[in-house]
């Protein structure tokens, strides 16, 4: 038959031995973030309350007042109370470490935090000196028959009453920031709370029964099971957190609405290094990077983010702080780093970003890794305020992207390509446009390098696809004497699924015939080595797109690749055309680039003529089409068809 004193033992036990486990399982952990070492202290008040309550209740159960031992009981219950009160506050705390409202707060914050439960704790020491018979908060008593019986004080209801601050306190931190927290960080602590006010709702039932420790140990394990690996979090190599912690951090952060810096450092050549001195040794010297950066500042705030690059997040508006950190790093990175019998000396981007004056959503968070700006001689290029401008302004760019999908913002436009032997418009590249509503007319340069990090440039391409087709079947451009389009393909649409079969099924639905539908291919494209890469190519061609190689002279393309490819056309890039205008040997160049493309009896399409001059110079070297301001700069598909009417001398299209 089960007593209640059995019931109690059995539950005490369960309590103890759960939260043993969980106090060996997070003593072994990375301690150097307020989570972890949170963690920790609950699991030991977990641990240690039960235990002491039960040694108090075992030793009960046989002594007597013959054996003088009140000393040890109340001394247990002091003991008890010290941990069990411990609870409530760091409960709380857990709860705001995980939301980042604590997180890098000054110590006199902390001090305010820990003055309740002080003198919770302080009031449990001093009440164990009092006489028997004036103990505000416990005492144990002699019954009748001489045995031991624990009584609470008409003052106990001050534990209860400080604890239900901290856990009010905890909840309202938890509502008020759970947009700063996850969905795995939100189950675990509703799951949490509901177990807690289980254990105390059946403890206030029966108050003879100890429900309320074993439902504490148990919610511990769940917090050590949902919330408490950190594994995914931490980078193998160096041992700082990642930038999965890194960029949950941020998001925390930020959705807590703190004020903070961040600091990335990059190296923008990484590759060459990487590539010169193979993974191992590359590796040691990111080891040696690491173990300087968690000098400078706090481990649970130093990130490795990707291979070369850093970052350190610094709480609170210490600009003095900041400014002590950038200068050591700046003097550091200045030097050579090395591991071993190697030693490299690379060029660094440090940034300083202020949160939330130059960073406001954790979506900007990789323009900061962006080390475009290193100087080829400057060791250390440093970005600050001034020079991060263009983050909100990529961010705005993303949302007109967003918004011109959405709304139909984007527009194509036509610039026309002239037939040099036939004095005639025979062909057009479709360009994109954008006229945003908020931010006006925006080029393609800015929009299109951004489209393609966000990967919206798949959306874009298939748009551009299909309006371009469209604009063919409603204009019936043949009988303008357009014989083909040039349509742009980005690298980062190659890899796409079926892209071959999606532009065929698109040219059919409007009734195009894949030869009148030029595909632009960039050098960087063209050589690119990637199998895959290079078959998305391929099967463009076999469906029957032809191609073009775009930007000729800006990228990799050798003879030997020109010989063996099949394009339709080879677009010279207008830096080659400047260069001839400048000077004898750029004119040499491109007219050795004219008699190699024609003796391969490729057709040639010179970008960016602009005079008469530029006309007559490449006419003189042999060119086929012009592409230029000469004729036309990019306009509306209306406008468009009204140049090539004039210009072809068409007056009439049925």
Known sequence: MFTKLNINVGLCFGAFVVALFCVVAASRKNLNRLQHRTFLYISISCAAAPLFSLIADVLMTFCTVENNIAWLLILLKVLFFLFHSFL???????????????????????????????????????????????????TYTVTADGMYAYERGPAAFVFYVVALVYAAYGIFAFIRNIKAMTTRKIFSMSFFVALIFIGIAIQLINKDVRVEAFAESISILSFLVILESDKESINRDTGLYNDIAFYEDNATAMAAKRHYTIITVKAPDYLQYLEMLGKASYTGIEIEIAK??????????????????????????????????????????????????????????????????????????????????????????????????????????????????RDNNFKLYYQPIWDAKRNRIVSAEALLRLIDPELGFIGPDEFIPVAEENGTIIDLGHWVFEEACRFARNNDVQNLGIEWLEINLSIYQLPEKDLAGRFLEIAHRYNIPPSFLNIEITETADADNDTELLGCIQNLMKVGFPLSLDDYGTGYSNLTRLIQSKYKNIKLDRSLLLSAEEGEIGKSVLSSIYKTISSLSFHTIQEGVETEEQKNLILSFGANMIQGFLFSKPIPEKDFVEYVMKFNNIHYIA
């Open 88 to 138: 409530a506050p760091t409960y709380a705390l857990y709860v705001l470490s995980l939301n980042g409202t604590i997180v890098g707060r000054k110590k006199r914050l902390w001090f305010i935090y820990w003055i309740p439960a002080m003198i919770v704790e302080l009031f449990n020491i001093i009440n164990a000196f009092l006489p028997s018979d004036i103990r505000p908060l416990y």
């Open 292 to 405: 300087y950066l968690t000098s400078v500042y706090k481990p649970q705030l130093t990130y490795y983010l990707a291979s070369g690059s850093f970052g350190i997040m610094v709480f609170g508006d210490d600009e003095e702080l900041v400014d002590q950190i950038v200068e050591k790093l700046d003097a550091r990175f200045k030097e050579p780093w090395g591991h071993g019998d190697v030693e490299i000396s690379p060029n660094w981007v440090i940034t300083v970003a202020k949160v939330p004056e130059d960073i406001e959503d954790p979506s900007q968070l990789h323009y900061l890794l962006l080390g475009r700006n290193a100087k080829a001689d400057q060791k250390v290029t440093l970005r600050k305020s001034a020079s991060l401008q263009f983050i909100k302004r990529r961010s705005m760019i993303e949302g007109a992207i967003a918004r011109g999908l």
